[in-house]
């Protein structure tokens, strides 16, 4: 907002008080608007939070003795914008300039007047070059856990979570004040924080310590939250998991962590997943993997052999000859859910069972086969490769 827009504005009639009031007649009026239009008590109403914010204007100015001074006398020497001179302003012997001139460093017709003028409206502005204006404030974000099964965690799952957070007291309707008419802090004149000099030209943002950044200072602590607007609740939602989350995830769910202040965005809601091993399944990135026994002449001789899945019927692969102990077929499309909507494949390594005990016709056919294959020595290379090295 320009200084002419400021000095434009009447704070009495915003109020409602006359120019003489004293100052509880000033308060009274502000506790009664201020309880009528605050943002909690007009959801969704912009008028009411813009009408919030110009009582918590007024009322930062003409509670203040010495800001209320300065913006009489401001208000006497340029009432309707235009400096009043002899004859008063647009009169004969009068003239009129723009404000910006007069205070856009130095612009036309501020010559004799710059400084002064500019430690006038210094207190009156903050040292921010604008009027006071409480900003909304959004809520925390909040972090929980929940702890899902293999089957929930590749598939996806709405789960239960109960939450616990701060928001708005329910006593003071998040103002922080007994009577619902908190005052706009004076150090950070209602936005929450404060600048300190970095060096170079920069500076640097910090949370406002006298209002710990909500940009109020409650005139009549709250008893229940103590002056900070805020009281811990929790509550029970449902948060939906989506498919194919690995154990340790931490999945976001935006806006749905604590509620904001003053009509600000409610935080997020961060939720860390834990998986729960399963007995027969693994995972590896978008793929799962299962290991399958199979017999001597399976892997030998080849076939076809069945696999069972994650949730589904089982599937037939096939088993080349001469399989080795180790080898991974791939079930394709068997795997867990991707964020596309597709699904990744299942690995299916093969284990060469060796029975432990062979008698009868099973003991005679493996004598008969090792003195078949007597002359085949698989460690020949290994010894070769040895002797070379």
């Given at each position: 907002m320009s200084t002419k827009d400021f000095l434009e504005k009447d704070y009495y009639k915003v109020l409602g008080v006359p120019k003489d009031?004293?100052?509880?007649?000033?308060?009274?009026?502000?506790r009664k608007l201020a309880r009528e239009n605050h943002p909690d008590a007009n959801k969704g109403d912009a008028k009411a939070e813009e009408r919030f914010k110009e009582i918590s204007e007024a009322a930062d100015v003409l509670s203040d003795a010495k800001r209320r001074k300065e913006y009489d006398d401001a208000r006497a020497l340029f009432g309707n914008g235009g400096f009043r001179g002899p004859g008063g302003a647009g009169g004969p012997g009068g003239f009129n300039f723009d404000l910006?001139?007069?205070?856009?460093?130095?612009?036309?017709g501020g010559g004799g007047f710059g400084g002064g003028l500019g430690d006038v409206f210094g207190g009156l502005f903050g040292g921010r070059g604008g009027p006071t204006r409480?900003?909304?404030?959004?809520?925390?974000?909040?972090?929980?856990?929940?702890t899902l099964s293999f089957t929930e965690a590749v598939h996806g799952?709405?789960?239960?979570?109960?939450?616990?957070?701060?928001?708005?007291?329910?006593?003071?309707?998040?103002t922080g004040d007994k009577n619902g008419t908190p005052r706009v802090c004076p150090t950070c004149v209602g936005t929450g924080q404060v600048s300190r000099g970095g060096g170079?030209?920069?500076?640097?943002?910090?949370?406002?310590?006298?209002?710990?950044?909500?940009?109020?200072?409650?005139?009549?602590?709250?008893?229940?939250?103590?002056?900070?607007?805020?009281?811990?609740?929790?509550?029970t939602m449902q948060a939906r998991i989506p498919a194919g989350v690995t154990d340790g995830q931490r999945v976001r769910l935006r806006g749905k962590g604590a509620p904001g202040e003053r009509g600000g965005?409610?935080?997020?809601?961060?939720?860390?997943?834990?998986?729960?091993?399963?007995?027969?399944?693994?995972?590896?990135?978008?793929?799962?993997?299962?290991?399958?026994?199979?017999?001597?002449?399976?892997?030998?001789?080849g076939g076809e052999i069945k696999v069972p899945t994650l949730g589904g019927p089982p599937v037939t692969l096939r088993l080349p000859?001469?399989?080795?102990?180790?080898?991974?077929?791939?079930?394709?499309?068997?795997?867990?859910?991707?964020?596309?909507?597709?699904?990744?494949?299942?690995?299916?390594?093969?284990?060469?069972?060796?029975?432990?005990?062979?008698?009868g016709k099973a003991l005679d056919a493996l004598e008969a086969y090792r003195e078949a294959t007597a002359d085949l020595d698989p460690r020949a290379e290994l010894f070769k490769a040895a002797k070379g090295a």
């Open positions: 009031a004293t100052e509880a007649e000033i308060k009274k009026a502000y910006g001139d007069l205070f856009g460093g130095g612009g036309q409480t900003q909304p404030r959004r809520g925390q974000d909040i972090e929980t856990e929940v799952e709405t789960v239960p979570v109960r939450l616990s957070s701060q928001s708005p007291c329910k006593a003071c309707s998040g170079g030209g920069f500076s640097l943002t910090d949370p406002c310590v006298d209002c710990k950044g909500r940009g109020l200072i409650a005139q009549d602590p709250c008893e229940v939250c103590k002056g900070s607007g805020r009281a811990r609740s929790s509550r965005p409610a935080g997020d809601l961060y939720v860390v997943v834990h998986v729960q091993p399963h007995p027969v399944f693994g995972r590896r990135g978008d793929n799962l993997t299962v290991t399958v026994p199979v017999t001597f002449p399976e892997a030998a001789l000859p001469g399989t080795p102990n180790g080898r991974t077929l791939r079930a394709r499309g068997k795997g867990a859910t991707r964020k596309d909507g597709t699904r990744g494949d299942l690995l299916v390594t093969v284990e060469v069972q060796v029975p432990s005990d062979v008698e």
